[in-house]
């Protein structure tokens, strides 16, 4: 496993308590529009073992041709000790970047993409669109939807920059609001389904969509396959409890 040890190069703030890091490419390191990566803080393995509270899986929000590596995060009330020490990094201090690795790579089969996105989970989202504005071969039409309670949008501006007949942003700040759209949404030409959230997020919209005929195949959402599984035993019951 290679582990790549990158310097800070630029901070963000996106919106209130929401921000990106910038670090340079390596050019060895390689990936594919909407893949993820383990990003660990200076230090966590320099004892016997890993600190894991010093590691995290996230999305990588840029793509190979923007020559830099990016992830952008959100940090809350009594937040974990990795988003402590994260928000007090600087320009300059090291990252460790290493194990990329995809599940939501643009699947190009002559059918719309839909982008379902809670919060800041529109990170992983961004290079798809990205991907899809420099390249729409094998999907007519794609539209992404961001739902978030705050109102206060990720990379709104930039992405509305890019409507256009076939590309179209859904900012919603509301999950009611989201369950209309699946409710109204047209179902005939079979659109793929990229879904990104917390885990009540997706179970949610697991069964909505199920119930419309969408076959699990069509959802591509960023978990193992035995975290998916799980999701698809919680019982109606259980269904109710979690939301």
């Known amino acids: 496993m290679v582990k790549y040890r990158l310097k800070i190069t630029d901070i963000v703030d996106e919106v209130e308590g929401t921000r990106t890091y910038y670090m340079n490419m390596p050019e060895d390191f390689i990936w594919d529009e909407g893949s993820h990566a383990h990003i660990g803080l200076a230090g966590f393995d320099e004892g016997e073992t890993p600190v894991k509270e010093w590691i995290r899986h996230m999305s990588i929000m840029t793509l190979p041709d923007e020559n830099k590596i990016g992830f952008t995060t959100r940090k809350r009330a009594n937040c974990s000790e990795f988003k402590e020490k994260l928000?007090?990094?600087?320009?300059?201090?090291?990252?460790?970047?290493?194990?990329p690795g995809s599940r939501m790579t643009l699947r190009r089969e002559d059918r719309p993409v839909v982008l379902?996105?809670?919060?800041?989970?529109?990170?992983?989202?961004?290079?798809?669109?990205?991907?899809?504005?420099?390249?729409?071969?094998?999907?007519?039409?794609?539209?992404?939807?961001?739902?978030?309670?705050?109102?206060?949008?990720l990379y709104?501006?930039?992405?509305?920059?890019?409507?256009?007949?076939?590309y179209s942003n859904l900012w919603l700040d509301g999950r009611d609001k989201l369950h209309d759209f699946i409710e109204e949404l047209n179902y005939g030409d079979k659109p793929i389904f990229y879904i990104v959230g917390s885990d009540p997020f997706l179970i949610d919209l697991i069964h909505r969509l199920r119930s419309k005929g969408v076959e699990q195949t069509d959802m591509l959402i960023d978990k193992k396959p035995e975290f998916i599984s799980r999701f698809l035993m919680v019982s109606p019951k259980e269904f109710d409890v979690i939301l």
Do not use: W
């Open 116 to 153: 379902l996105s809670m919060g800041v989970g529109i990170a992983t989202m961004r290079p798809l669109v990205l991907a899809y504005s420099k390249n729409s071969q094998g999907i007519p039409m794609m539209m992404n939807v961001n739902v978030d309670a705050t109102g206060d949008f």
């Open 156 to 166: 709104r501006k930039d992405l509305d920059h890019m409507v256009c007949d076939c």
């Open 87 to 99: 928000f007090q990094s600087e320009i300059g201090d090291e990252i460790v970047v290493f194990k």
